[in-house]
Antibody, heavy 118, light 107 residues
Framework: EVHLVESGGGLVKPGGSLKLSCAASGFTFSSYSMNWVRQAPGKGLEWVSS????????YYADSMKGRFTISRDNAKNSLYLQMNSLRPEDTAVYYCARAGDGWYGDFWGQGTLVTVSS | EIVLTQSPDFQSVTPKEKVTITCRASQSIGNGLHWYQQKPDQSPKVLIKFASQSFSGVPSRFSGSGSGTDFTLTINSLEAEDAATYYC?????????FGQGTKVEIK
């Protein structure tokens, strides 16, 4: 059974940093691209970033470029999102999602909440 | 960036009724359009991939159609458990984008 567990969320001050992790199990992690998607409280889904199986291809939403860094460690079956220069508008639940063919999210984690507030 | 516009934003429906949600893309995306269901306090679940392909394990009352710029999610014979917010998503071109969501309430 595919299992994705996000961690690392919490309360951080504006301008601060946070690193999210996503632990994968139940499938061959190195065979799949991965996505991060976020959802602000009471709002819709927003794509954040994607990374290919061997990290060859990496993509970011414009509002996160230069501030967020996606990475993965296939030996540890883990996906990461380093978030720097955080802003109040980055407050959201962050989901990791396994990418099926063509990047759609076929399985999602339960999410981790990031709150950016002074 | 490709903008996805869903309609309606909200729909209140009686059980066993048919529900139709549309998603219009600001430019052609071929069949790179997917549909998700999100229930309160849960993570999204994929229903339809590539416009019309049902995802494994999804009830047959959910179906999708369309290509290019106009897409439709249909729920035949709505059940109480279908109360949720539905999102379309395009992965044809980066940045990936989502529609704003359609909330379906059961009367």
């Amino acid at each position: 059974e595919v299992h994705l567990v996000e961690s690392g969320g919490g309360l951080v001050k504006p301008g601060g940093s946070l690193k999210l992790s996503c632990a994968a199990s139940g499938f061959t992690f190195s065979s799949y691209s991965m996505n991060w998607v976020r959802q602000a409280p009471g709002k819709g889904l927003e794509w954040v970033s994607s990374i290919s199986r061997t990290s060859t291809y990496i993509y970011y939403a414009d509002s996160m470029k230069g501030r967020f860094t996606i990475s993965r460690d296939n030996a540890k079956n883990s996906l990461y999102l380093q978030m720097n220069s955080l802003r109040p508008e980055d407050t959201a639940v962050y989901y990791c999602a396994r990418a099926g063919d063509g990047w759609y999210g076929d399985f999602w984690g339960q999410g981790t909440l990031v709150t950016v507030s002074s | 960036e490709i903008v996805l516009t869903q309609s309606p934003d909200f729909q209140s429906v009686t059980p066993k009724e048919k529900v139709t949600i549309t998603c219009r893309a600001s430019q052609s995306i071929g069949n790179g359009l997917h549909w998700y269901q999100q229930k309160p306090d849960q993570s999204p679940k994929v229903l339809i991939k590539f416009a019309s392909q049902s995802f494994s394990g999804v009830p047959s009352r959910f179906s999708g159609s369309g290509s290019g710029t106009d897409f439709t999610l249909t729920i035949n014979s709505l059940e109480a458990e279908d109360a949720a917010t539905y999102y379309c998503h395009q992965s044809s071109t980066f940045p990936q984008t989502f529609g704003q969501g359609t909330k379906v309430e059961i009367k």
